[in-house]
């Protein structure tokens, strides 16, 4: 039985995959339980499936999903889907949050909420390190995801993120998305079914993150924070995916 899956998807990030499987094998809480790291490999061209593969030889709790290259929401969905653990956590692979703040996680789930989502607004927060340019942007990114009808969350873009087994079964068979605002997709489909969502805030490290388009990738969100207003106003998240 395992008690905790860690799913984290990667694409090319073979300078740092290495060091952050190392980290969360030293830093995981006691409290995490047994747990597995699940690698979701999304159709990396460089080393990441390889120093994952060889890692997974020295620690069979780490593991190597290979997965064809569809952007972070759909190596999201399969590794969600595919994890093993009853409380399954989604972790950015630059390892942005301290993995101390992972308690904070642990404490609430399922005691107090179906799904936790980190949070680098409001009281407790603390963001390092991040420009102030990026920090607008994402604040009126939020005001967007507001307006089409997701309110009361401050920080939907967070990527770490908690769930349960059973909301894991009820919400990644509805999603659609395939990119980055599959975080967002994933909140909507929470609140229509009834799930218990909470924001944790946390210490959050600015990490540059050259494949990020400030201007491009904020367009494809916006259109796609569109496209998730449709789709519930359509009724399409009330069946199953």
Known sequence: MID???????????????????????????????????????????????????????????VLQREPHRGKGGALRAGLIAARGARRFMCDADLSMPISELSRFLAVVPRECDVAIGSREGAGARRVGEPGHRHAMGRVFNLLVR????????????????????????????????????????LVVAARHGLRVREIPIEWHYRERSRVSPVWDSLRMSRDVLKIRFNALAGRYDARG
């Open 4 to 62: 905790l899956s860690i799913v984290m998807p990667a694409m090319n990030e073979a300078e740092r995959i290495g060091a952050s499987l190392a980290t969360l094998q030293a830093e995981l809480p006691a409290s995490a339980g047994a747990w597995e790291i699940r690698v979701i490999d999304d159709g990396s061209t460089d080393e990441t499936a390889a120093i994952v593969e060889h890692a997974s030889t020295r620690d069979p709790r780490i």
């Open 147 to 186: 307006a089409s009808g997701l309110s009361g969350i401050q920080d939907t873009q967070c990527g770490f993120k908690m769930f349960t087994a059973r909301a894991v079964e009820t919400i990644v068979p509805r999603l659609t998305l395939d990119g980055w605002a599959i975080d967002i997709e994933m």
